[in-house]
């Protein structure tokens, strides 16, 4: 028993950070319908499985409690890998991780690509709020 707990415990710590998935919708169309009915808009992260930048701002930024209650708030999550996932076409995959504030018809609001540290994420949230009024 002790043995198949370190085989466990070795198997966990070599499975890479970017392996980590987010618990969000996967499906362009369902987000959209789903922002329909919740009244909310679509924030559309678009990642890839062996990006270190991407990983990196999955466990940096998205990991704050706060940051993704306000998320929430407004936002119904959709994550698309470039490797696992159809990406829409018309939506830009170079370039990783990739943010887009979409509205509940697929209308690009704002978009933007680049790790973002917590603070500078909620000051991305501001730029894309200022983009709705516009």
């Known amino acids: 028993m002790f043995i198949v707990k370190i085989i466990i415990s070795i198997l966990?710590?070599?499975?890479?950070?970017?392996?980590?998935e987010?618990?969000?919708?996967?499906?362009?169309d369902k987000a959209?319908?789903?922002?329909?009915?919740?009244?909310?808009?679509?924030?559309?992260?678009?990642?890839a499985d062996k990006c270190k930048f991407c990983a990196l701002f999955k466990e940096n930024t998205l990991?704050?409690?706060a940051l993704m209650q306000r998320l929430r708030?407004?936002?119904v999550l959709l994550y698309l890998s470039r490797d696992r996932h159809k990406i829409p076409s018309g939506l830009q995959t170079k370039g990783a991780p990739i943010h887009y504030f979409l509205d509940a018809d697929g209308?690009?609001?704002?978009?933007t690509w680049g790790n973002r540290g917590?603070?500078?994420f909620h000051l991305l949230l501001d730029e894309a709020e200022l983009s709705k009024e516009e």
């Not at 710590?13 to 970017?18: E, G, N, V």
């Not at 987010?22 to 362009?28: C, Q, S, V």
């Not at 209308?107 to 978009?111: D, G, Q």
């Open 32 to 47: 959209l319908a789903e922002a329909k009915k919740e009244n909310k808009g679509v924030y559309l992260f678009i990642g």
């Open 107 to 111: 209308k690009i609001i704002y978009n």
């Open 63 to 65: 990991s704050d409690d």
């Open 22 to 28: 987010l618990d969000w919708l996967h499906d362009y």
């Open 12 to 20: 966990l710590l070599l499975t890479p950070l970017s392996a980590i």
């Open 118 to 120: 917590l603070r500078g």
């Open 73 to 75: 708030k407004d936002y």
